[in-house]
């Protein structure tokens, strides 16, 4: 552990060898997730910043850790890349990071091409897309056979030691008809940039990964991830959706899972941990998700990565509303200006654990049995139902 | 089925086959030449196949490879040739070719696109190529008929398919390369019923194949696929999991035509371990691009081996790599032209490269054979001239002049756009037009339509010529009004519209359209100028 870090991560566990440890940063803009595996790896899923800090890579530096087992950037959208190319700079403070599996989404090389074109169209375009440009850049460099585009038929990643590890990280997101219709998206919209034609607003918001398609139906883009060791199930849900479709979002996801291949429901049934998708937005719950996540019992623990900025920042109050049924805690990240709507919601703020660090952090540590300790820094906070309160 | 027009009877012992892929070892032993579906495809497969399957000293040999012989003789010297080859070798394949589905279809009793282009807007269209292109398609018909092809069709079209089986063709089957398992049947019976084209079927496989796909994933995402998408979907994913390293490579040698040499190099490209660069490819992207299906792979006639890029892959690699940066695409034409090389393909190829990089001096000095397909340059100076340099516009009617003055002057679009660049290039620079230039550009016009009796729109270029230097042309537009208005309306429009140009004010031109004014008038641009 480094001093100068304490301001930022002090009060989070320490790793530790036969345990699961997930930190969930979320600092308003943005979010992150770093895993300390049981056997010493690590994983981390998308990056962000905190005041100039890009905290997954300042976590791994606290910790020394110098090689990432498994890294997944899950959507181009700036809010899950914001300093991606810190982390995989070898001008780090840490020193050079050795990735050595990268998960990312689909379309990488199509959007490059199509980004490549409009710079090439309005120069202006080099600075509205400098951050994705040299994200693109960032993982290019991470090496011949380490990168894989990463989907639901993607097959499992359980580190080194293959089956014996343990646990399994599985990509469950997007299903095949999300990644279908990103293709056909992307077909699309290289046709408008090869023609010179100025992109719209959500051509151009789809190719950054914010908006629900060129067409508008649905984010067809975000990983997901579940990570099973033994009987304890993670979900860290990245920003997939739940769309109308029945074939899209969480109802592809469960749809595809439902025919048992490649993968199982088991994989969603039952969770103890849920990184709760899309920052907890309206159009991210999906009932028939929750009601899988909690069949056995509630969730232990959802966490929400909470943003502030726009009029009605997520998370959503009926989202918060429906997780008082299926969730038996409910953690934020930061944003005690939300708190309020967990309130109205019917949670109740408790008296977890809580650090001097200021990382926009909640950190969960699983010791395989039932054991789970929740920890947070100090703008976060633990809610359980009024009731259970009660 | 629609019926090819000419067909001759059968001489050969072995029927000509078609085989629906992209693996270049279907066509062992023989010498092949690819279609590309472009500009060049008729002037650049003749003297191809003259080279390889005739003597030097063979007069349909001369005819196909001199730069002076005109398109028509060499159509016929080309026939003689492949009749002459045929005759000898009965009994076994004597030739390949791959991609015909590139050529389009001659139909008889059907309205060619010739028709549809001088009757539509588009002024700046080259239609005579895709007429040259259909007539070549016509004779190696009639050869396919006569049998010994193997065709290679890495992306076949239904009507290719009509054509091929009508002239005796017999379809040879495709063998998936995967194990027979019930996922892999599953997705090959997704492909077919999807219509997936075999290159894209090649890359489908060439993602089961290295495990980067489980073939029931990639048939469910080509279930999954919106119709008509399939196509778009499977390069798509195929390109999505390539390394950046191998997407770079692709990109590269998407420029090149194949088939090319695979032995140490990547047709010109030096394959070796390290980083790509302007002259290397890493050895292990080429691996990649093979195994994964990018690369079709074959037995050079020669020895060594080869590879090819299918066509609807190659097409959609360039789509992407101009996307990456047009400058580095054009320097690649460019180092390519300049590589020199003596054989026959390599000069052809270089010609190519030239015209590519848009150089005309480099396109001038090496047109060995043919200097027909100078007029993609011309045009393409032409337009941007339109855009603004009005200077292209004299450049452009130069390489017009050098087409008709060192390869062929039975060029009609070659006179006919000479003239035009010309008369474009004093209008745009508001220059007075010397005398001598007006007599030039009226013989240009004049030999164009002596050429191409029935183009409405270079009659009407030149009777709207005359107009403008003050001439009483009005009988002469009656008499050809009558005339075009007799085989169609739109070829009448085409042709009233150059010469209504002409005409100083809107009373004029309504004088002179009289009869026909209300037909005009259902032109959008002619009733502007009509009212």
């Not at chain 1, 005041?51 to 181009?76: E, I, M, Q, W, Y």
């Not at chain 1, 050795?98 to 409009?118: C, E, I, P, Q, S």
């Not at chain 1, 623990?301 to 805690?329: C, M, V």
């Not at chain 2, 100076?381 to 450049?395: I, P």
Request: net charge neutral; with cysteine; hydrophobic share 40%.
């Amino acid at each position: 552990m480094k001093p100068e870090y304490e301001s930022l991560f002090g009060g989070l566990p320490r790793p530790e060898r036969g345990k699961l440890t997930i930190y969930v940063f979320g600092p308003g803009v943005g979010e992150s997730q770093v895993v300390a595996l049981p056997d010493g790896r690590w994983v981390v899923v998308d990056t962000c910043e905190h005041n100039g800090v890009v905290l997954p890579s300042a976590l791994l530096d606290h910790f020394d850790v110098r090689a990432v087992d498994l890294l997944v950037v899950t959507h181009p959208d700036r809010d899950h890349y914001k300093g991606l190319p810190h982390l995989l700079s070898a001008s780090r403070a840490g020193g050079s990071l050795d990735v050595r599996v990268l998960w990312r989404y689909r379309g990488f090389h199509t959007r490059r091409n199509v980004l490549a074109k409009l710079c090439a169209l309005d120069a202006s375009n080099k600075r509205r897309f400098a951050e994705l440009l040299a994200a693109d850049d960032a993982m290019d460099r991470v090496g011949r056979g380490r990168v894989f585009e990463a989907a639901l038929d993607t097959m499992p990643w359980s580190g080194r030691g293959g089956a014996d590890a343990g646990y399994e990280v599985t990509c469950i997101a997007p299903c095949q008809r999300d990644q279908a219709y990103e293709g056909e998206q992307l077909a699309k919209l290289l046709h408008v940039a090869r023609d010179g034609i100025a992109l719209d607003e959500r051509a151009e918001r789809f190719l950054l990964g914010k908006a629900r398609g060129v067409d508008g139906k649905g984010n067809p883009l975000s990983l997901a991830l579940a990570i099973r060791w033994g009987s304890i199930g993670v979900l860290l849900g990245g920003d997939v959706e739940a769309p109308m479709d029945a074939e899209r979002g969480w109802n592809g996801v469960l749809a595809t899972l439902a025919q048992e291949w490649p993968k199982s429901p088991d994989l969603l049934r039952s969770l103890k941990i849920v990184k709760v998708s899309h920052h907890g937005s309206k159009g991210a719950f999906s009932e028939a998700a929750w009601k899988l996540h909690a069949e056995a019992r509630p969730v232990d623990l959802a966490i929400i990565t909470p943003f502030r900025g726009s009029s009605n920042p997520p998370p959503h109050r009926e989202t918060l509303s429906n997780l008082g049924r299926f969730a038996a805690q409910v953690a934020l990240t930061s944003e005690p200006s939300s708190w309020g709507k967990l309130t109205d919601a019917g949670w109740v703020r408790i008296d977890a654990p809580r650090g001097p660090g200021n990382a926009a952090c909640v950190a969960v540590t699983l010791d395989g049995a039932s054991s789970l300790s929740v920890q947070a820094s100090e703008q976060g906070a633990v809610f359980v139902p009024r009731r259970a309160r009660a | 089925m629609r019926v090819l027009p000419g067909i001759r009877g059968r001489t050969s012992g072995v029927k000509s086959r078609f085989i629906l892929g992209s693996s270049l070892d279907a066509l062992a032993g023989v010498p092949f030449v690819a279609a590309y579906g472009e500009d060049d495809d008729h002037l650049r497969i003749p003297v191809l196949f003259a080279t390889s399957l005739g003597q030097p000293q063979d007069s349909d040999v001369k005819a196909c490879t001199s730069p002076r012989t005109p398109w028509a003789e060499r159509l016929d010297a080309f026939e003689e040739l492949l009749q002459r080859v045929q005759g000898k070798r009965p009994s076994q394949p004597f030739a390949g070719l791959i991609h015909p589905d590139a050529f389009p279809i001659p139909f008889a009793g059907e309205a060619s696109d010739l028709d549809a282009d001088r009757a539509g807007e588009e002024v700046r269209d080259d239609p005579s190529f895709r007429e040259e292109r259909r007539d070549l398609f016509r004779v190696l018909t009639r050869s396919f008929e006569r049998g010994g092809w193997l065709l290679l069709r890495p992306g076949p079209r239904s009507e290719t398919t009509d054509a091929l089986l009508e002239a005796g063709c017999v379809a040879a089957a495709m063998v998936s390369p995967l194990e027979a398992s019930d996922e892999d049947e599953l997705l090959t019976r997704t492909m077919l019923s999807r219509g997936l084209s075999p290159a894209m079927q090649g890359l489908m496989y060439g993602l089961v194949r290295t495990g980067r796909l489980r073939a029931r994933s990639a048939a469910q995402r080509l279930e999954a696929a919106s119709p008509g998408m399939c196509e778009a979907v499977a390069f798509e994913a195929a390109y999505d999991a390539l390394s950046v390293e191998a997407v770079e490579a692709a990109e590269r040698l998407s420029v090149l035509r194949g088939p090319q040499q695979l032995n140490g190099v990547a047709g010109p490209f030096v394959v070796r371990e390290g980083d790509l660069d302007d002259l290397h490819l890493p050895r292990a992207a080429v691996e990649e691009l093979i195994a994964r299906g990018w690369l079709g792979i074959g037995e050079a006639l020669g020895g060594g081996r080869c590879f090819a890029m299918a066509e609807p892959i190659r097409v959609l690699l360039c789509e992407r790599a101009m996307m990456m940066g047009e400058a580095a695409v054009r320097a690649r034409h460019r180092w390519l032209a300049g590589r020199g090389g003596e054989s026959v393909p390599e000069r052809v190829e270089a010609h190519y490269h030239a015209i590519e990089c848009g150089d005309e001096q480099l396109a001038l000095e090496t047109a060995a054979f043919y200097g027909a397909d100078l007029r993609r340059l011309a045009r393409a100076l032409s337009e941007g001239a339109s855009r603004g340099d009005a200077d292209k516009f004299l450049r452009a009617a130069d390489i017009y002049k050098s087409i008709i003055e060192r390869f062929d002057d039975t060029d009609a679009y070659a006179w006919e756009y000479r003239g035009y660049n010309l008369a474009l290039y004093y209008a745009r620079k508001k220059l007075v037009m010397p005398s001598t230039v007006e007599v030039e550009i009226r013989g240009c016009y004049t030999n164009a339509c002596e050429r191409d009796e029935d183009n409405p729109l270079y009659r009407g270029r030149e009777i709207g010529f005359r107009a403008r230097l003050g001439e009483d042309i009005g009988s002469e537009f009656r008499r050809w009004m009558m005339h075009f208005m007799q085989l169609s309306s739109r070829r009448g429009i085409r042709f009233a519209s150059p010469v209504l140009e002409a005409l100083p004010s809107a009373d004029a031109r309504r004088a002179l359209a009289g009869p026909w004014l209300a037909v005009l008038k259902s032109d959008r641009k002619l009733a502007e100028r009509l009212s």
